[in-house]
């Protein structure tokens, strides 16, 4: 009779821990779900409003913007490829020109491939220093 008492509690303990590890799983499974709904309504801007809302052109960097959107035309240091050269462009246009220039097109060149006004001022301001 001890050893059926014996077994009786190994059973009870079996089942009171797998009670704790369902109730423990099931605690962080919740704690997940609510982590992903948040992220889907609620998802990380990574920065943009700063860009945006600021208006400097301090943290956006002009030239790798110009190497990932124009250089496929300008070339990599400016020297023109299948457009102009614009090794040379600060000396004959402003940088609201420029800026002009990238926002509405001009000749060949198609308006609208930058989007985002903060990017177009910063390559503008960055193309107008090379005279």
């Not at 799983?25 to 920065?47: D, Q, R, Y």
């Not at 060149?109 to 989007?115: E, Q, V």
Request: with cysteine; hydrophobic share 45%; net charge negative.
């Amino acid at each position: 009779m001890a050893g059926s008492n014996k077994k009786d509690m190994n059973q009870n303990d079996v089942i009171d821990s797998a009670k704790a590890f369902f109730t423990s799983f099931g605690i962080l499974f919740l704690v997940f779900l609510i982590a992903l709904v948040g992220s889907i309504f609620f998802p990380p801007t990574h920065g943009e409003e700063a860009q945006e809302g600021g208006g400097g052109t301090a943290t956006i960097d002009a030239a790798a913007i110009f190497a990932q959107n124009c250089a496929s035309c300008h070339g990599q240091n400016l020297e023109g490829i299948a457009a102009p050269a614009l090794n040379t462009v600060g000396a004959h246009y402003t940088a609201d020109e420029i800026a002009d220039i990238i926002k509405n097109g001009k000749g060949s060149m198609p308006p609208g491939l930058l989007k985002k006004q903060p990017e177009i001022q910063a390559v503008a301001q960055w193309l107008s220093e090379h005279k």
